[in-house]
């Protein structure tokens, strides 16, 4: 809620009526005098905000799921949350909150929202992508019902049928059969990120190579299916790249840009949108915020930018 000042004064009249309402009631034709109770200035407008949306994640991330395993699972249901719980917990609206589940790849388990731990969100898609391969599927046509009774004896479907919705799109053909078409920008950006995780830096050439190599054949690696997960240091001697997830930085636009001037004194805008482009309210530009937060200059014929204060 934002307050607005307003150059009509408002008056608090007990028992006013508006012109609407003495049209339903012709009797009341008089001119009455009255006294005014009070008088405003401003007034309260609701504004939209941007959901508040980093604790949701952070709070799944304290008890990730990480199998059906015997005893792995038994955790509290104080660390389990549901739609209810999280709605509590968390400023944004029911929908924009679903999204967002939707976007992290959450899932419901005994009706409690649960992210899969990393590794074994790996291998789940491992599972699906050998698959694939000794089958001579096409990614654009996996058979559900084939994957299910395939890979059943070793995970549990509800989580097979999971990671089909998450890397890829659900359709049904014309016999009524369920397939999906797997998302190669999303097993790729997976792929780079267990081969990142654990590396402070990765030489650039080095991990393009092993990457490819890393992904099921016939996908493609690109650099720009990185973009909010990896940076790529390109002044650097030789090139490196190294692990930057856009969800581990402040949800502040201000602590924002003081992270990621920390991490790099100047900015090309190719770099740094993929990492503010989250914090753009409604009708805002990526241009907006960096002319607020960021002061440009040109640098052997391209346009960074710096920061506006000093980084400590």
């Not at 307003?6 to 012709?26: A, H, R, V, W």
């Amino acid at each position: 809620m934002k307050i607005a000042d307003t150059s009509n004064m408002l008056l608090f009249i007990p028992g006013c009526k508006t012109p609407e309402q003495l049209l339903t009631d012709q009797t009341l034709c008089n001119i009455f005098h009255t006294q005014v109770a009070g008088f405003a200035n401003n007034y309260w407008e609701l504004r939209r905000c941007r959901p508040k949306l980093k604790k949701l994640k952070k709070l799944l991330s304290e008890n990730p799921y990480e199998g059906p395993d015997i005893g792995k699972d038994q955790s509290s249901a104080d660390s389990k949350y549901t739609t209810e719980d999280l709605l509590e917990h968390i400023q944004a609206s029911e929908e924009e909150m679903l999204h967002y589940l939707q976007v992290i790849n959450a899932c419901k388990i005994e009706g409690y929202w649960r992210i899969l731990e990393f590794d074994y969100e790996v291998k789940l898609v491992n599972h699906i992508t050998q698959l694939i391969d000794s089958e001579s599927w096409s990614f654009s046509k996996i058979p559900l019902n084939v994957c299910l009774q395939e890979l059943g004896p070793l995970e549990p479907k509800e989580m097979i049928e999971h990671i089909l919705l998450s890397y890829g799109k659900k359709y049904t053909d014309e016999a009524g059969e369920v397939y999906f078409e797997m998302n190669e920008d999303k097993i790729c950006r997976t792929t780079a990120q267990m081969l990142l995780q654990n590396a402070v830096k990765f030489n650039l050439s080095e991990f393009q190579e092993v990457w490819q190599q890393s992904v099921p054949e016939g996908m493609t690696t690109r650099l720009d299916q990185l973009k909010g997960l990896a940076l790529v240091d390109r002044h650097s001697r030789p090139q490196t790249i190294f692990l930057l997830k856009v969800e581990d930085l402040p949800e502040d636009n201000q602590e924002r840009f003081n992270s990621l001037f920390h991490i790099w004194e100047k900015w090309t805008e190719a770099d740094i949108t993929p990492y503010i482009q989250d914090l753009c309210a409604e009708k805002q530009t990526v241009g907006a915020l960096l002319t607020k937060y960021a002061r440009s200059s040109m640098q052997n014929g391209v346009k960074v930018y710096n920061s506006r204060r000093p980084i400590s």
